[in-house]
T-cell receptor
Framework: EAGVAQSPRYKIIEKRQSVAFWCNPI?????LYWYQQILGQGPKLLIQFQNNGVVDDSQLPKDRFSAERLKGVDSTLKIQPAKLEDSAVYLCASSGRVGAETPLHFGNGTRLTVT | KQEVTQIPAALSVPEGENLVLNCSFT??????LQWFRQDPGKGLTSLLLIQSSQREQTSGRLNASLDKSSGRSTLYIAASQPGDSATYLC??????????FGAGTTVTVRA
């Protein structure tokens, strides 16, 4: 089966600019996650979707971050405007259903550098 | 708030030596604990999942133990190989879907 696809792989922008990341989960996976991984830290959950509904966005900085999952398939994460502290790897993951015992399948991530 | 700590942050061993990776967490009320592997520039790959009712889980050369009462888990990798070089992350499920990750231990196995 094809894995979780993310694009772009790398992005360099200046602070206050906007950026968008795209994720295509494994076919049939209803649950989609966006994680932020700052260098030297573990991933932090930003938002979780079940189909096209939001399950948890408690750690998403909503003044600058937004995410959508139209039609319950692909997802886009946007940052507007970006800050220096947003420099990180943004990981997308999907799973067949909600549940901590359900394996998560991660994409390779998008590395964002804000200068 | 659940805090997950992994010590040491980095480890270097000669090939063939057994690896012992430690993970500690502050709240023993967990659903399960998972160990992941992350290669440079890649996403995470799940290695082992231990349910809260289990004491250990094994897969090939990997063995993970869980002691909920003391808030600790240990990942053992037997007879390490250069291909085991990677960052290993521990994650605790704080409810039925949310994972809280440690910062990881970066392992280098020298040939």
């Amino acid at each position: 089966e094809a894995g979780v696809a993310q694009s772009p792989r790398y992005k360099i922008i200046e602070k206050r600019q906007s950026v968008a990341f795209w994720c295509n989960p494994i076919s049939g996976h209803a649950t989609l996650y966006w994680y932020q991984q700052i260098l030297g830290q573990g991933p932090k959950l930003l938002i979780q979707f079940q189909n096209n509904g939001v399950v948890d966005d408690s750690q998403l900085p909503k003044d600058r971050f937004s995410a959508e999952r139209l039609k319950g398939v692909d997802s886009t994460l946007k940052i507007q405007p970006a800050k220096l502290e947003d420099s990180a790897v943004y990981l997308c993951a999907s799973s067949g259903r909600v549940g901590a015992e359900t394996p998560l399948h991660f994409g390779n991530g998008t590395r964002l550098t804000v200068t | 708030k659940q805090e997950v700590t992994q010590i040491p942050a980095a480890l270097s061993v000669p090939e063939g030596e057994n690896l012992v990776l430690n993970c500690s967490f502050t709240d023993s009320a967990i659903y399960n604990l998972q160990w992941f592997r992350q290669d440079p520039g890649k996403g995470l790959t799940s290695l082992l999942l231990i349910q809260s009712s289990q004491r250990e889980q094994t897969s090939g050369r990997l063995n993970a133990s869980l002691d909920k009462s003391s808030g600790r888990s240990t990942l053992y990798i037997a007879a390490s190989q250069p291909g085991d070089s990677a960052t290993y992350l521990c994650a605790v499920a704080v409810n039925d879907y949310k994972l809280s990750f440690g910062a990881g231990t970066t392992v280098t196995v020298r040939a």
